[in-house]
């Protein structure tokens, strides 16, 4: 099997077992509150974040209400997402610089949005995914794993990873990509005792982490 047969019966078999995925699962009506919920998304569940998202933006419906809000008080409103300090403390100042460089706009490139407070590589693929339709590789710990474990990249960087990556797949799948490998990582390619007997993509895959043992590594 060529590397190329090899990727293409990677992404032939996610797109049967889990469909296109090419809508992101945090609720959002703009591109502003889809980036608050990006960033309020880390090291937490999207699930979690729906579940924050309605009265935050209830209580702070613009750009502008983020930006004058009060520091404690926005803690408060999302304090069940986790590292409610530093996210409410980003949210504040990525707000005040998108009012003052971009009249209250979220920019498209990465070089812009990589420049607001709280926003990497990984958050600005997303808005530039989801809401401007550039196609985009979005790189967290699910895609980094897998990607290495089935040997498309052996970088543990995730820039670096989503260059590799940039290089291999095909644009229309650079966003399903990261939506597809969050769900396959989370039931079945797991960081810890990977359910690699009931993998649907186990024949391409020759990690060290391999759970059955029958399979050669």
Not at 148 to 173: C, Q, S, W, Y
Request: proline fraction near 6%; aromatic fraction near 6%.
């Amino acid at each position: 099997m060529t590397k190329k047969e090899k990727l293409q019966g990677i992404l032939d078999t996610l797109d049967q077992v889990y469909g296109p995925m090419d809508e992101p699962t945090l609720d959002y009506r703009t591109p502003w509150e889809l980036l608050v919920a990006t960033m309020l998304s880390a090291q937490c569940t999207d699930a979690r974040v729906n579940m924050v998202t309605p009265g935050l933006f209830a209580k702070y419906p613009s750009v502008e209400d983020f930006a004058q809000a009060d520091p404690l008080e926005l803690e408060e409103a999302i304090h069940s997402v986790g590292f409610y300090h530093n996210k409410a403390k980003n949210l504040i100042a990525c707000a005040k610089r998108l009012i003052l460089e971009y009249g209250g706009e979220v920019p498209s490139s990465v070089e812009d949005l990589t420049s607001l407070a709280g926003v990497g590589r990984k958050t600005a693929n997303v808005i530039r995914g989801h809401i401007f339709h550039e196609p985009s590789i979005v790189v967290d710990t699910h895609v980094g794993r897998i990607s290495r474990r089935l040997g498309l990249t052996k970088n543990e960087d995730p820039k670096a990873v989503e260059f590799d990556l940039m290089k291999i797949l095909p644009k229309d799948h650079w966003i399903r990509w990261n939506m597809q490998l969050i769900t396959f990582g989370r039931e079945t390619c797991r960081s810890r005792a990977p359910k690699c007997m009931t993998c649907p993509i186990s024949q391409y895959c020759k990690s060290k982490d391999r759970t059955d043992k029958k399979v050669a590594r």
